[in-house]
């Protein structure tokens, strides 16, 4: 091992993390990962069994990322997405607060059935075009979008990679999972959405034009039944699956199967959609981030960030105990961001006892994922939403941003893991 290699390795992490956030040059998050996990490598932090590991580890992860992208990007192509956000506006009637609540719920269930991925890259745009046209203040809508994307991830494992790779590492069950994570879902997004219905009341308008070429039927019919099918067909066999115990990564990539051959059957998309629009580069990205956060873990980085957490399940887990560990894991995702934050509560809780593991892992995922909101670099999933206002000529004022993370994001861990705690009794 090369002298220094701890120190040197912290130095790799936190370059890692800040070339996540910033992204210099237009460098990948892939890249990033992959270039500190060579480094790692090359320290003697890691090594290439590390790496085998973990493409073993997270390879059912990998397959279902995957594939459940292509399923999105079909329904895309041939305009599911554009359909459910134009029901959103008709179902509205031109009255601007239920308007800002159709679409926070249309992104809570893109989330919560396909992943705040989705959310974040295929709705925010398309609320940032809604926004323009509807002449409206940006903030609200933009800054629902980012947090929507977080706070609805925390139901089923495939909300969220952070949930993937709980669920898939500590091998937890799915209908504990769901069952005992319905209620702290349920209470994080009602305080979120009346937080910024008072947060936002000047600037959402109580009447809008809503004219009506915004819900004329986009697309092809035909191709938007079929994709619209499949899609229902492809969450229902996930839910079916995952009750029975079995790998989800079988009918997602079923459904991409068919999916992709009937889209380009149709001609409802192009080979080169399906190489551009995917982010092929994303298991890239996951093993490099395992190797880099084990390597961190045996630099030091367990002692502080890994004990604490396993110091708070000594005891019986009480309401406090419950809370501390999710504002422990919120404050670790805004330093370190969500993904490397849930790979190291796996690693610490592997060690944890087992009869308070599950429990552990959950609140922590409150913190990952709702908690996360706490910055705008705490999430992958924040940042995308925030670039893609950038895109559409809306720039949100980083300050703001902040301050209405302070007044939201602590009540909504505070009431997300207070009702985990009652869900338990």
Same mark, same amino acid.
């Given at each position: 091992?090369?002298?220094?290699?701890?120190?040197?390795?912290?130095?790799?992490?936190?370059?890692?993390?800040?070339?996540?956030?910033?992204?210099?040059?237009?460098?990948?998050?892939?890249?990033?990962?992959?270039?500190?996990?060579?480094?790692?490598?090359?320290?003697?932090?890691?090594?290439?069994?590390?790496?085998?590991?973990?493409?073993?580890?997270?390879?059912?992860?990998?397959?279902?990322?995957?594939?459940?992208?292509?399923?999105?990007?079909?329904?895309?192509?041939?305009?599911?997405?554009?359909?459910?956000?134009?029901?959103?506006?008709?179902?509205?009637?031109?009255?601007?607060?239920?308007?800002?609540?159709?679409?926070?719920?249309?992104?809570?269930?893109?989330?919560?059935?396909?992943?705040?991925?989705?959310?974040?890259?295929?709705?925010?745009?398309?609320?940032?075009?809604?926004?323009?046209?509807?002449?409206?203040?940006?903030?609200?809508?933009?800054?629902?979008?980012?947090?929507?994307?977080?706070?609805?991830?925390?139901?089923?494992?495939?909300?969220?990679?952070?949930?993937?790779?709980?669920?898939?590492?500590?091998?937890?069950?799915?209908?504990?999972?769901?069952?005992?994570?319905?209620?702290?879902?349920?209470?994080?997004?009602?305080?979120?959405?009346?937080?910024?219905?008072?947060?936002?009341?000047?600037?959402?308008?109580?009447?809008?034009?809503?004219?009506?070429?915004?819900?004329?039927?986009?697309?092809?019919?035909?191709? =938007?039944?079929? !994709? @619209?099918?499949? &899609?229902?067909?492809?969450? *229902? /066999? +996930?839910?079916?699956?995952? %009750?029975?115990?079995? #790998?989800?990564?079988?009918?997602?990539?079923?459904?991409?199967?068919?999916?992709?051959?009937?889209?380009?059957?149709?001609?409802?998309?192009?080979?080169?959609?399906?190489?551009?629009?995917?982010?092929?580069?994303?298991?890239?990205?996951?093993?490099?981030?395992?190797?880099?956060?084990?390597?961190?873990?045996?630099?030091?980085?367990?002692?502080?960030?890994?004990?604490?957490?396993?110091?708070?399940?000594?005891?019986? =887990?009480?309401? !406090? @105990?419950?809370? &501390?560990?999710?504002?422990? *894991? /919120? +404050?670790?995702?805004?330093? %370190?961001?969500?993904? #490397?934050?849930?790979?190291?509560?796996?690693?610490?809780?592997?060690?944890?006892?087992?009869?308070?593991?599950?429990?552990?892992?959950?609140?922590?995922?409150?913190?990952?994922?709702?908690?996360?909101?706490?910055?705008?670099?705490?999430?992958?999933?924040?940042?995308?939403?925030?670039?893609?206002?950038?895109?559409?000529?809306?720039?949100?004022?980083?300050?703001?941003?902040?301050?209405?993370?302070?007044?939201?994001?602590?009540?909504?861990?505070?009431?997300?893991?207070?009702?985990?705690?009652? /869900? +338990?009794?």
């Amino acid at each position: 091992m090369i002298p220094f290699s701890p120190i040197l390795t912290w130095l790799v992490l936190l370059a890692v993390i800040a070339a996540l956030i910033v992204r210099p040059g237009g460098l990948s998050e892939a890249v990033a990962a992959a270039v500190g996990a060579a480094v790692v490598l090359v320290l003697g932090t890691a090594t290439p069994v590390d790496v085998i590991h973990g493409i073993q580890e997270t390879l059912d992860v990998l397959l279902f990322l995957v594939a459940m992208m292509i399923v999105a990007l079909v329904a895309e192509e041939v305009g599911v997405f554009d359909w459910a956000a134009n029901q959103a506006i008709r179902l509205s009637a031109g009255d601007g607060r239920l308007l800002f609540i159709n679409l926070y719920l249309l992104g809570a269930v893109i989330t919560i059935f396909l992943s705040l991925d989705v959310t974040a890259v295929m709705l925010a745009p398309l609320i940032c075009a809604l926004v323009r046209r509807a002449r409206l203040s940006p903030l609200p809508y933009v800054v629902a979008c980012a947090f929507v994307a977080n706070t609805a991830s925390l139901l089923l494992p495939v909300s969220n990679l952070t949930n993937l790779l709980v669920y898939g590492l500590l091998n937890l069950p799915f209908w504990s999972f769901v069952r005992l994570l319905f209620w702290p879902e349920l209470a994080a997004v009602v305080v979120n959405v009346l937080v910024f219905l008072a947060l936002f009341r000047r600037m959402i308008p109580s009447r809008f034009a809503a004219s009506e070429e915004w819900h004329a039927s986009t697309g092809d019919p035909v191709g =938007l039944v079929i !994709a @619209g099918g499949e &899609l229902v067909g492809v969450v *229902a /066999a +996930l839910m079916i699956f995952g %009750l029975l115990g079995l #790998p989800l990564y079988m009918p997602a990539a079923a459904g991409a199967v068919i999916m992709g051959l009937v889209a380009l059957r149709r001609r409802d998309i192009e080979l080169s959609d399906l190489r551009h629009g995917v982010a092929w580069s994303l298991p890239l990205f996951v093993v490099g981030m395992y190797t880099v956060v084990l390597a961190a873990n045996r630099s030091g980085l367990d002692l502080l960030v890994g004990r604490p957490l396993l110091h708070l399940l000594d005891g019986p =887990l009480s309401p !406090a @105990g419950l809370l &501390l560990l999710s504002f422990a *894991a /919120a +404050l670790g995702s805004n330093l %370190l961001n969500n993904i #490397p934050m849930a790979l190291v509560v796996i690693t610490s809780l592997m060690t944890a006892p087992a009869q308070h593991r599950e429990i552990a892992a959950l609140a922590a995922l409150i913190g990952t994922n709702v908690g996360a909101n706490g910055t705008t670099f705490g999430s992958l999933a924040t940042l995308l939403v925030l670039r893609a206002a950038r895109r559409a000529g809306f720039q949100i004022d980083l300050r703001e941003f902040l301050r209405i993370s302070v007044l939201t994001t602590p009540l909504m861990v505070c009431a997300a893991a207070l009702s985990l705690w009652l /869900a +338990l009794q």
